[in-house]
């Protein structure tokens, strides 16, 4: 993937709607210390709504019909925007409640987001759900392999 499919801007924007939208509906989930899954689950509910033309999956392990690695071990992002069974990927989403460690997720981004890699995400943000009120998500986002 050479071309560039958005810009920052762009995809700021249509996150920052769907986290809005989590905000809205579902953030007594972070209230109530559910599992990060059941937020990312919902989020990716949300990015769907404004990511019409792409595939939005959560835990998705493959990379064509082969599993999804990095340096030899298999990974599944929390949460993915692109197209199934061509080379278009858009956005790679990792999450962590606040207070988890985050360094192996900002590598997983760097690494999805290297022009040189694999996968080739054009952005990369990491979620960092916070679990005291007032309840917020901070973005932290990825491009070319490093954190802008």
Not at 62 to 68: A, D, L, T, V, W
Not at 78 to 95: Q, W
Not at 129 to 147: M, Q, T, V
Request: net charge negative; with cysteine; glycine share 4%.
């Amino acid at each position: 993937m050479t071309e560039v499919l958005f810009t920052l801007d762009e995809i700021q924007q249509r996150v920052i709607s769907a986290l809005d939208d989590f905000s809205e509906h579902d953030l007594n989930l972070l209230e109530l210390y559910a599992d990060e899954r059941a937020a990312t689950h919902r989020i990716a509910c949300y990015l769907q709504n404004y990511f019409k033309d792409w595939h939005v999956d959560c835990e998705f392990n493959r990379r064509g019909f082969k599993p999804k690695t990095q340096r030899g071990k298999k990974v599944r992002p929390d949460i993915i925007v692109h197209k199934r069974g061509i080379p278009e990927n858009l956005l790679c989403i990792e999450a962590k409640k606040e207070g988890e460690p985050l360094d192996n997720d900002r590598k997983k981004l760097k690494n999805f987001t290297d022009v040189e890699g694999e996968d080739e995400y054009q952005f990369g943000l990491l979620l960092i759900l916070s679990l005291k009120a007032p309840y917020s998500i901070h973005c932290e986002w990825f491009r070319d392999g490093n954190a802008i």
